[in-house]
């Protein structure tokens, strides 16, 4: 596919997803869900992929959904359900990716923007970087997965706080709140977010998968569920290479392979 509204590219074990409409603030269409489907798609897919890394050009992540298109694109109930399945599609993949998904943000995550960024399972950020739920100013409820992936962050009444009120939040608060793990200044953004991708290609991979599915699934699971999952992903986690040489170098007192990088 030939992208227009983003630009993807996987280099060296990195893929990178970044919003490329920026005299629209990055805002996105109808055409680019297309491409950000199809670059999701192509992420999960390709096993050379140790991690994502999504962005904006031009000073802003992502507006959100483009209100110029949804204001000609009709009312139908049922037309807007299936929009939504359509992106729902994706946006499952993309919170379920078996690999880190890092999320490094700019100027404005708005509406299904900051939606996106919520997806990732870390955010970084400028100190200039703004979050809004802004859902509600133009009498919409929040989608791309926000209602799942917001109070798993925050909190429900955080939550319901941020969703219905529809105000802007800072990058301090942010972090305050736990959206926001690290910020940093905006010409570090990029390079901080490829550093910490770059971390995870001497991690176990089958273990970076099993604690991405193990906290998405917690929250729902009873004391006894959560045990079992805990006992039969640890014993695959035995099973690997991985973990057989790493325990070898711990005992033979050498570095070992992973390692979290400080800032």
């Known amino acids: 596919m030939i992208y227009k509204d983003i630009r993807f590219d996987i280099k060296d074990g990195i893929a990178t997803l970044a919003f490329a409409r920026p005299d629209r603030k990055n805002a996105f269409d109808i055409n680019a869900r297309g491409e950000i489907a ?3 798609a192509r992420t999960k897919a390709d096993a050379t992929v140790r991690a994502l890394i999504i962005t904006g050009d031009g000073g802003d992540f992502c507006a959100g959904g483009d209100v110029r298109s949804m204001a000609t694109s009709g009312t139908d109930a049922e037309a807007g359900r299936n929009r939504m399945r359509a ?7 993309l919170i379920e990716l078996d690999r880190p998904v890092i999320a490094a943000v700019d100027g404005v995550a708005f509406g299904a923007g900051f939606s996106l960024a919520l997806a990732a399972d ?3 950020a400028t100190p200039r970087a703004r979050f809004c739920m802004s859902f509600m100013r133009v009498g919409l409820v929040p989608d791309a997965g926000a209602i799942y992936t917001l109070p798993r962050i925050v909190g429900a009444q955080r939550a319901k706080e941020l ?11 942010a972090a305050r709140l ?6 940093v200044p905006a010409e570090a953004l990029i390079p901080r977010a490829e550093t910490i991708a770059r971390s995870f290609f001497d991690a176990s991979p089958p273990v970076v998968s099993l604690i ?3 906290l ?3 929250p729902g699971m009873d004391l006894g569920a959560a ?4 006992a039969n992903a640890q014993g695959i986690a035995f099973s690997t290479d991985y973990h057989r040489n790493a325990a070898r170098d711990f005992l033979a007192k050498k570095p070992l392979k992973f390692a979290w990088p400080e800032k």
């Open 216 to 218: 998405e699934r917690s």
């Open 122 to 124: 870390f955010i970084l």
């Open 38 to 40: 199809d670059a999701v």
């Open 178 to 183: 736990g959206i926001v793990m690290e910020i």
């Open 212 to 214: 991405k599915a193990a």
């Open 163 to 173: 969703m219905l009120s529809a105000r802007v939040v800072n990058a301090d608060e």
């Open 87 to 93: 992106l729902h599609v994706w946006m499952r993949d």
């Open 227 to 230: 045990l079992n999952f805990e």
